[in-house]
C-alpha cells in the first residue's frame, strides 16, 4: 500500500513543481514584458507623428543646385589683378629659366617659353633655347637661384606690371661650384585674354638679368 501511495504522490509533487517553476519564469520575465509593453506603445503613439511629420517634409521640400560659377571669356585688366598674382608669375618664371640641372633645362626653358609674349619669346629662343641651353647640356652646368623675398619689388605702369625678383644665383659647372653671384630679374608682365591653362591671362612681355655683386 505505501508504494502505491508513493506513486499518486510522485505526480502530484511533479505537478506542483512545474507549476512553481512556470510562475518563477514568468515573475523573471515580468519586467521584461512591462518594457516591451512601453515601447509598443510609445511606438504606437510617435508612429503617427512621423508619418505626418514625413509627409509635411516631402509637401515643402524645395531643391537647390549649387553650380560652380563659369569662367566668362575675356580679358582682365592688370589693374584687376593683385600683385601677389603677378609675383606668383614672375617667381614662376624665375624658377623654370634660373633653377635648373642639364637633364631638366630643356623641359623648363620649353615651358617658360608658353609663358612668354612679343617681343620676349622671339628674344628667348635665340637666346636661351638656343645659345644658353646649348652651353648648359654641354657643360653639365646646375644652377640654383635663391630668391629674397624681402626685396621683391613690383612696379605698375599703365598695363605693364614689373616684378623684381632679388637673390643668390649658385652654379656648379662639371661638379664644380663657382662663385656665388647676386642676381636681380626684372620680369615685366601684361594680360591677354584669359583660358583654361592661364586662367588670369598673365603673359611676360620682358626679361631682363642683372648680376648686382659676386
Not at 531643391?63 to 598674382?85: M, N, R
Not at 609663358?115 to 636661351?128: G, T
Not at 626685396?151 to 662663385?179: A, D, F, M, Y
Request: hydrophobic share 40%; with cysteine.
Amino acid at each position: 500500500m505505501a508504494k502505491v501511495a508513493e506513486l499518486f504522490k510522485a505526480p502530484a509533487e511533479a505537478i506542483t513543481k512545474g507549476e512553481n517553476d512556470t510562475f518563477r519564469l514568468w515573475e523573471g520575465y515580468q519586467e521584461q514584458a512591462s518594457m516591451w509593453r512601453i515601447m509598443a506603445l510609445g511606438q504606437l503613439m510617435t508612429t503617427p507623428l512621423l508619418i505626418i511629420l514625413c509627409i509635411y517634409i516631402y509637401a515643402t521640400r524645395s531643391t537647390i543646385l549649387h553650380v560652380p560659377a563659369k569662367p566668362e571669356p575675356g580679358i582682365y585688366a592688370v589693374s584687376e589683378l593683385q600683385d601677389s598674382q603677378f609675383i606668383a608669375t614672375a617667381t614662376e618664371m624665375a624658377n623654370l629659366i634660373a633653377s635648373y640641372q642639364p637633364l631638366t633645362a630643356r623641359k623648363q626653358f620649353i615651358a617658360a617659353a608658353e609663358m612668354l609674349n612679343e617681343p620676349a619669346l622671339s628674344k628667348f629662343k635665340e637666346d636661351m633655347l638656343e645659345i644658353e641651353l646649348n652651353a648648359i647640356e654641354s657643360t653639365s652646368r646646375t644652377q640654383m637661384f635663391f630668391i629674397d623675398p624681402t626685396k621683391t619689388t613690383v612696379h605698375r605702369q599703365g598695363n605693364t606690371v614689373s616684378v623684381g625678383l632679388t637673390g643668390e644665383r649658385l652654379k656648379l659647372i662639371g661638379g664644380k661650384q663657382v662663385p656665388t653671384i647676386i642676381t636681380r630679374f626684372t620680369i615685366s608682365m601684361t594680360t591677354n585674354p584669359r583660358h583654361r591653362l592661364n586662367p588670369n591671362g598673365i603673359v611676360v612681355t620682358n626679361i631682363i638679368p642683372e648680376n648686382l655683386s659676386r
